[in-house]
């Protein structure tokens, strides 16, 4: 089945370009669907905002990468233990190497969701 995943194109001045659409804030991909996510700063960073994700279940993603901000942080622990209840890994990193992460990723087929800190 041919996957028709957004590709991020570029990312600055607090949103993004995803196939040549501007996304205003932080974004969610999952499902190959791009959504606003409400999420603008780590310290905002709950389990709720994974909802989606963990609803979506493991058979629809392996892993969540998360693009942190402009700078590497440790997600908190309470959301690093609900997606691993949930069995759903979790990747880290300042937001401009998790967009280009997440292209290369894509194009490998790879099940995963998104989340991307506006920077």
């Given at each position: 089945?041919?996957?028709?995943?957004?590709?991020?194109?570029?990312?600055?001045?607090?949103?993004?370009?995803?196939?040549?659409a501007?996304?205003?804030?932080?974004?969610?991909?999952?499902?190959?669907?791009?959504?606003?996510?409400?999420?603008?700063?780590?310290?905002?960073?709950?389990?709720?905002?994974?909802?989606?994700?963990?609803?979506a279940?493991?058979?629809?993603?392996?892993?969540?990468?998360?693009?942190?901000g402009?700078?590497?942080?440790?997600?908190?622990?309470?959301?690093?233990?609900?997606?691993?209840?949930?069995?759903?890994?979790?990747?880290?990193?300042?937001?401009?190497?998790?967009?280009?992460?997440?292209?290369?990723?894509?194009?490998?087929?790879?099940?995963?969701?998104?989340?991307?800190?506006?920077?």
């Open positions: 089945m041919a996957r028709d995943a957004p590709q991020v194109d570029a990312y600055g001045d607090g949103g993004f370009r995803l196939s040549g501007r996304h205003e804030g932080s974004v969610l991909i999952l499902n190959d669907e791009a959504r606003a996510w409400s999420v603008a700063s780590m310290a905002e960073l709950t389990p709720e905002a994974f909802d989606p994700v963990i609803a279940g493991r058979e629809a993603v392996e892993f969540v990468l998360l693009g942190t402009g700078a590497n942080a440790l997600p908190p622990r309470p959301v690093r233990d609900a997606l691993q209840r949930a069995g759903i890994g979790l990747e880290f990193m300042d937001t401009p190497s998790a967009a280009r992460l997440y292209n290369i990723l894509t194009a490998e087929g790879r099940r995963l969701a998104c989340a991307l800190i506006a920077v």
